[in-house]
Nanobody
Framework: QVQLVESGGGLVQVGGSLRLSCAASGRTFRSYAMGWFRQAPGKEREFVAAIGWSGGSTTYASSVKGRFTISRDDAVNGVYLQMSSLKPEDTAVYYC??????????????????WGQGTQVTVSS
């Protein structure tokens, strides 16, 4: 069982930066791939970024590649999303998710086993 709590969301201007954090409970955190997803009002939840076991592999949605960076610190059971050059279209609720490690990171939310409650990110123009 893994419990996830996101933090770090807020209101930021276009071009600004934010760092989201996700704190995970459980002694087996390092055996999970971790992902970030987001959901804007009236839209389906979409993949943002994911990181594999021990941070050995990462993958990003094309819309955020080069602007967002995902990282993890297994010593403190944390996963992070550094967001820069933010755009109004980045406005959404951002969710942290955990997937039992199967050898590759997934972009499919159906494959994730645990979810946080979300944190709001609003980018104002």
């Amino acid at each position: 069982q893994v419990q996830l709590v996101e933090s770090g969301g807020g209101l930021v201007q276009v071009g600004g930066s934010l760092r989201l954090s996700c704190a995970a409970s459980g002694r087996t955190f390092r055996s999970y791939a971790m992902g970030w997803f987001r959901q804007a009002p009236g839209k389906e939840r979409e993949f943002v970024a994911a990181i594999g076991w021990s941070g050995g592999s990462t993958t990003y949605a094309s819309s955020v590649k080069g602007r967002f960076t995902i990282s993890r610190d297994d010593a403190v059971n944390g996963v992070y999303l550094q967001m820069s050059s933010l755009k109004p279209e980045d406005t959404a609720v951002y969710y942290c998710a955990a997937e039992r490690w199967r050898g590759r990171v997934s972009v499919d939310d159906d494959e994730y086993d645990y979810w946080g409650q979300g944190t709001q990110v609003t980018v104002s123009s």
